[in-house]
């Protein structure tokens, strides 16, 4: 049988025919896979929304407004401490607009956390997640109330886990979350939440920009979930907080204005700093090799410490001699 031979500009042709259509063929299933994704994401997005955002409510007080997430389904909300303020009765407004009288139950300003109830009136509990499972990349989404824009929403990713990060007052975050979900006046008190609907964390600071002032754009904190569960089971409890997590020195602390160290005004009688020699009038300079310049700084270290934990705390006496001492650090006590 004659064989015939194709001209090899023909089969050059041929072959490159064949490789355009399968780029093609793979350019367009690319395409396919990539609207796919997308969309299922956003639905995503929107179930995550529609689920949660009964969960948020507004608190309104005499200093302004905030959110807040319903804990349970005996009408216990959680927020933060600074959205409740000095106020004990609140203005509740629920997502699909309903009007709610609230009453404090308890706060813990350490963890700038506080629950107050209202009648439940059917209103739906969020879920909480195990915020050590949190991972840097999971993408995150705010629910709140920013600038009284009721039930609003934000998106964005985990940035950073366990940050301590000093809100002013000497109150610090501790293990906060980082987001690039943003955060604005409003947001606080309410929910951070993962892309299956659980409460990650509380939105609570907007970091600041300290070249140009203002929030810096993208950067987040919220309290961790674990935090929420603990404290505001404990005020939902008893009204008050006795298991805290929180290391405590056993110290009054005031700025010296120098930069030179955390002035110590008192120390309390038992506490880990009495018993290793700290006395009134000694400046703290470090804790566990980390600098003190102030009291500020003081309670940030402190902030990553736990109770149980020995630390090496470095002081400048009264007479300008130094010294190390070995503190084992107690509880911070709780309170309403």
């Known amino acids: 049988m004659t064989r015939f031979r194709l001209p090899l500009a023909i089969l050059a042709l041929a072959a490159a025919v064949a490789v355009g259509a399968g780029f093609a063929s793979s350019k367009t299933s690319q395409s396919s896979a990539s609207v796919s994704v997308g969309a299922a994401l956003q639905n995503a997005f929107v179930s995550v929304y529609k689920n949660v955002s009964p969960s948020v409510v507004q608190i309104q007080t005499s200093e302004g407004l905030g959110s807040g997430i319903v804990f349970d389904s005996k009408g216990d909300i959680v927020t933060n401490d ?52 949190v991972r840097v990349g999971d993408l995150a989404m705010a629910i709140g109330n920013p600038l009284g824009l009721s039930s609003s929403v934000t998106e964005g990713i985990i940035s950073g886990l366990n940050r301590q990060e000093p809100e002013g007052g000497n109150v610090v975050l501790q ?47 919220a309290i961790p979930s674990n935090v929420i569960k603990s404290i505001a089971g404990q005020l939902v409890a008893s009204g008050k907080v006795t298991n805290s997590g929180r ?13 030179n160290g955390a002035y110590i005004g008192q120390v309390l009688a038992g506490t880990g700093a009495a018993k290793a020699g700290i006395v009134a009038g000694d400046l703290i300079t470090a804790v566990n090799g980390s600098p003190v310049t102030d009291s500020s700084d003081l309670s940030t270290v402190l902030a990553g410490l736990k109770p149980g934990q020995t630390v090496t705390v470095k002081l400048v006496r009264q007479n300008g001699s130094t010294a190390s001492v070995q503190v084992t650090l107690g509880q911070l006590p709780g309170g309403s």
């Open 175 to 221: 293990s906060a979350i980082q987001t690039s979900a943003a955060i604005n006046p409003g947001n606080s008190g309410g929910a951070l939440v993962n892309i299956a609907g659980q409460v990650i964390g509380i939105p609570t600071l907007a970091a600041e920009d300290p070249q140009l002032g203002g929030a810096a754009a993208g950067i987040g904190f």
């Open 82 to 133: 600074h959205v409740v303020g000095t106020s004990t009765t609140f203005a509740v407004t629920t997502s699909t607009g309903k009007q709610l009288k609230g009453t404090l139950v308890g706060a813990f300003a350490p963890d700038d956390l506080a629950v107050i109830k209202v009648a439940p009136a059917g209103l739906k509990p969020a879920t909480f997640a195990d915020s050590g499972n």
């Open 247 to 259: 290391a405590y020195l056993g110290v009054e602390s005031a700025d010296t204005g120098e930069g």
